[in-house]
């Protein structure tokens, strides 16, 4: 399937971003749509578009200071696009990116897509004991 990767911010399907991460995903189940603007508005984005429709498919966000560190997060494929090879495209889009192509530290989380990550060359964390996080898992559905 011919895709696109765009990092163009104008091009993004917010609507369709919102209801996915609100409605389907595991991770940002309720998340409103003003932390989902604020979300894209400060990290580097990469959109996913079916060039038979122009249609957005795919979204992975990076958090990064572009110098030295970086976190993949809300990585996903519509339903309806996967296995057909757009996560690996939206990877490689990733992995080419000049702003993140010399950091010390580039993470994510995942619980389902090890494999997909692992061709791109993370690994498990060198030192799992010496990180340490805040977790709130229902913090957007506390109202």
Do not use: K
């Not at 993004?12 to 409103?32: C, E, K, V, Y």
């Not at 296995?83 to 992995?95: N, T």
């Not at 989380?109 to 993370?122: E, H, N, P, W």
């Amino acid at each position: 399937m011919p895709i696109d990767i765009s990092t163009d911010r104008d091009r993004l399907d917010i609507p369709m971003i919102h209801d996915f991460l609100s409605n389907r995903s595991t991770w940002a189940r309720g998340i409103d749509l003003d932390t989902v603007q604020r979300s894209i508005r400060h990290a580097l984005c990469f959109g996913a578009y079916d060039t038979a429709t122009g249609r957005q498919v795919g979204f992975a966000r990076v958090i990064t200071d572009q110098a030295t560190f970086a976190y993949l997060v809300d990585v996903f494929v519509l339903e309806t696009h996967r296995g057909q090879g757009v996560s690996r495209r939206l990877m490689e889009a990733v992995m080419a990116c000049p702003a993140l192509a010399r950091l010390r530290r580039f993470t994510l989380v995942t619980s389902t897509a090890a494999g997909l990550y692992a061709r791109f060359g993370f690994t498990p964390l060198h030192a799992p004991q010496a990180h340490m996080e805040i977790l709130r898992p229902d913090v957007y559905r506390q109202g």
